[in-house]
């Protein structure tokens, strides 16, 4: 009994693991000249070849479903921003903005699922804002301000993520595969048309030549981001979801952790005390919602 509970949470473990750590790749893929959007598709391109081919079946689904297909547009759009944003800016800022899910799930579960936005729902949002504020302080002081591109890339991974909560739940019916499918589908698509789209405007270089070196690691963390998303799927059958989207909540010690250690990031008091209003909104939406 205790091994089958064990498991699903090392499971979920992993794959925040998995995320929490994916910015120390992609910023040496980065250096290597491949652009993370060019890096997101090919990630995704290996997960939608990998489930594509166990679940031959569920293209036929995904093919027939429009809703499937916004689920793929939304996993593609946040997978794409979070990548970016976490390889060119304070990691730990991107992933608590991203982290602003709460945020945005509220607006989006009263527009698209017709809830009604209580009062607990409305002291998450305020949690989550007021932490918001903190986290985007300049160490100097003075007005909350958004500092470069990373900074709007985590808060559009946001939108994107909470979006994607409210369309799994409004898909709930669907086969776990074609669910997976649309994700790493959409993870391919958009990365790539956007990637094709900005190097036509000179905004980010084509991909490198092909060398051993940089194609091994994106096929590793390719490989590493389909064995994530295969332990999340087993672990969400096994758990209920208040556990899964608290242990989920990881990421970001794992996230801080790894900056610190590896990238010589400092956290300053502000972003520690934004970041515990920010995962205890967080904490109280996986709590509140069941």
């Not at 993370?36 to 997960?47: D, E, N, R, Y």
């Not at 547009?73 to 970016?84: E, H, P, V, Y």
């Not at 649309?182 to 990637?195: K, T, Y």
Request: without cysteine; charged residues 10%; aromatic residues 10%.
């Amino acid at each position: 009994m205790l091994a089958s509970g064990v498991w699903p949470v090392l499971g979920l473990v992993f794959n925040a693991l998995v995320w929490g750590i994916s910015w120390w790749p992609l910023r040496q893929l980065q250096l290597a000249g491949l652009h993370p959007v060019w890096a997101t598709a090919l990630f995704f391109a290996i997960g939608a070849v990998v489930v594509g081919s166990l679940r031959p079946q569920a293209w036929r689904v995904l093919a027939s479903q429009p809703r499937l297909w916004a689920l793929a547009l939304a996993a593609g759009a946040t997978n794409a921003a979070f990548n970016w944003g976490v390889s060119i800016g304070e990691v730990v800022r991107v992933v608590l903005l991203f982290y602003l899910m709460p945020v945005w799930a509220v607006l989006l579960a009263w527009w698209m699922l017709g809830e009604r936005i209580t009062a607990g729902s409305l002291l998450r949002v305020g949690l989550a804002l007021a932490g918001a504020v903190l986290v985007l302080q300049p160490a100097e002081g003075g007005w909350p301000v958004f500092d470069g591109l990373a900074d709007w890339l985590g808060l559009a991974g946001g939108v994107g993520f909470a979006l994607i909560n409210v369309l799994l739940r409004q898909l709930a019916n669907e086969a776990s595969s074609s669910r997976a499918l649309a994700m790493f589908s959409g993870g391919l698509v958009f990365p790539l048309g956007l990637g094709l789209l900005l190097t036509w405007q000179g905004q980010v270089p084509a991909p490198p030549a092909a060398q051993p070196s940089w194609m091994l690691m994106a096929l590793g963390m390719g490989l590493l981001f389909v064995a994530a998303n295969m332990a999340l799927q087993h672990a969400a059958a096994k758990l209920p979801v208040r556990i899964t989207s608290v242990i989920m909540l990881t990421e970001v010690l794992f996230a801080a952790l790894t900056s610190v250690w590896w990238g010589g990031e400092s956290l300053r008091w502000s972003v520690l005390a934004g970041g515990a209003l920010i995962l205890a909104a967080a904490f109280l939406a996986a709590r509140g919602e069941h």
